[in-house]
C-alpha cells in the first residue's frame, strides 16, 4: 500500500486532526509542519502532493504506539528504514494492544475471516519458516475492519451525544 494511503486512512479511523497529527510525530521525537502533514494527506493528482516516505511513517506509526500506550523507558527504538505491510500491521497491533482474537474480530467486521494461524504467519521473523507476508488485499481489509469499529464508534457516540 502507498504510505500516504495509509496516514491518511489512520487519520480518518482515529479523528486526528491536524494537532494530533503533529503531535503524534512529536511523541516519536520528530518535528513537522502543518503544511508537511497537509501535502501527505493530499490525493496524487494534487500539485502540492508529497509522498510520505517509509521512515516518517514509522516515525508516525512509533508515535501512535507512544500515543496510544505511553512511551516506554529509556531509548526510543530507530525507525525502519523500509517497511513492509507485516512490520506496519505489527506496529498497529501494537499501538491498539490487540491480541490475536481481537485483530480476527476486526478482519471479520470487513468480512475477511482468516485463521489464527494464518495471522501468526504475518508476525513472525522473515526468516522463520512459516512466515507469510501481509499481501495489500489483507491489509487493506484490516484498516477497513479498524474503521468499522473505531471510526463507526465515534460517529455513533456522536450522534448518540447530539439528540
Known amino acids: ?44 493528482g494534487d500539485p502540492a502532493y508529497q509522498e510520505c516516505s517509509d521512515t516518517l511513517l514509522a516515525i508516525f506509526l512509533n508515535g501512535l504506539i507512544n500515543k496510544k500506550r505511553g512511551k516506554k523507558e529509556g531509548p526510543q527504538p530507530e525507525p525502519e528504514k523500509r517497511l513492509t505491510n507485516n512490520i506496519i500491521f505489527m506496529k498497529f497491533k501494537i499501538a491498539l494492544n490487540l491480541q490475536a482474537e481481537d485483530v480476527l474480530g476486526i478482519m471479520a467486521l470487513a468480512h475477511l475471516h482468516i485463521s489464527k494461524h494464518e495471522l501468526s504467519a504475518f508476525f513472525r521473523k522473515p526468516g522463520h519458516k512459516h512466515y507469510r507476508e501481509c499481501k495489500d488485499q489483507i491489509f487493506r481489509n484490516f484498516l477497513k475492519g479498524l474503521q468499522l469499529k473505531y471510526r463507526d464508534n465515534i460517529e455513533s457516540k456522536a450522534e448518540f451525544e447530539g439528540q
Open 1 to 44: 500500500m502507498i504510505n500516504n494511503d495509509i496516514l491518511r486512512r489512520t487519520r480518518y479511523i482515529f479523528d486526528f486532526d491536524d494537532s494530533t497529527m503533529i503531535a503524534i510525530f512529536g511523541l516519536a521525537g520528530h518535528q513537522v509542519t502543518r503544511r508537511e502533514i497537509s501535502d501527505w494527506l493530499k490525493k496524487e
